[in-house]
């Protein structure tokens, strides 16, 4: 793939990327967003959920890692009631399914290295 270095290439979220490996880092790079999406990508999950699956990640860190990825539109969070005990959960959004081959083939490559 030939990428002009010079022009932009893509605008998402108010910024603009130059290469789309930047674009798609900014989006699911980092030790975590990886992490959420593979567990989302079999369905919608509660934060306690995602908490058991992923355990050595520490609330504050899933908390701020669930809100970046909501924002770039790769899940959506649903609140149910409107009294304290509320329900909330997490879902990929169709841009967020579609990352789904791509984990996986990182997970069948971390497997055979």
Do not use: H
């Amino acid at each position: 793939m030939q990428i002009d270095e010079q022009r932009p290439l893509k605008r998402y979220n108010n910024k603009t990327y130059y290469c789309p490996i930047s674009l798609s880092m900014d989006l699911v790079g980092g030790k975590w967003k990886g992490v959420i999406i593979y567990y989302l990508l079999s369905g919608e999950k509660r934060f306690s959920e995602l908490k058991t699956v992923i355990p050595n990640i520490t609330d504050m860190t899933l908390s701020i890692q669930l809100k970046k990825l909501e924002e770039d539109g790769l899940i959506t969070r649903r609140v149910f009631g409107d009294k304290p005990p509320l329900k909330v959960v997490y879902k990929l959004t169709p841009l967020g399914e579609k990352l789904g081959p791509i984990l996986e083939q990182l997970c069948l490559w971390a497997l055979n290295i």
